[in-house]
């Protein structure tokens, strides 16, 4: 199985992309969004017990931003790919 963890603060834009992911996964996954960055998040970046995809947008309106959440990522996970 395959998790994807999506972060983007356009809602709209989480459907599209679970959407995409839909018609173009065809593995066992799933799929899980956020909108900023919050304690949920932080764990399921400290989890490691599954492989991810992380989605992350760029600009976020929030305090860090889709950068920043990227470095938080690689500083414990150096195996999981992420895509902006």
């Known amino acids: 199985m395959i998790r994807f963890v999506v972060v983007d603060d356009d809602k709209e834009e ?4 679970k959407s995409l992911l ?3 996964v065809k ?3 799933e799929v899980l969004s956020f909108s900023k960055f919050n304690t949920e998040l932080k764990k ?3 989890n490691k017990d599954v492989r991810k995809v992380y989605i992350l947008d760029v600009e976020l309106n929030d305090k860090i931003s889709g950068i920043n959440i990227a470095k938080l990522i690689r500083d414990t996970d150096y195996e999981n790919e ?3």
């Open 14 to 17: 989480i459907v599209h992309i």
């Open 22 to 24: 839909d018609e173009v």
């Open 27 to 29: 593995e066992d996954k």
């Open 44 to 46: 399921e970046i400290e």
């Open 82 to 84: 992420i895509l902006f």
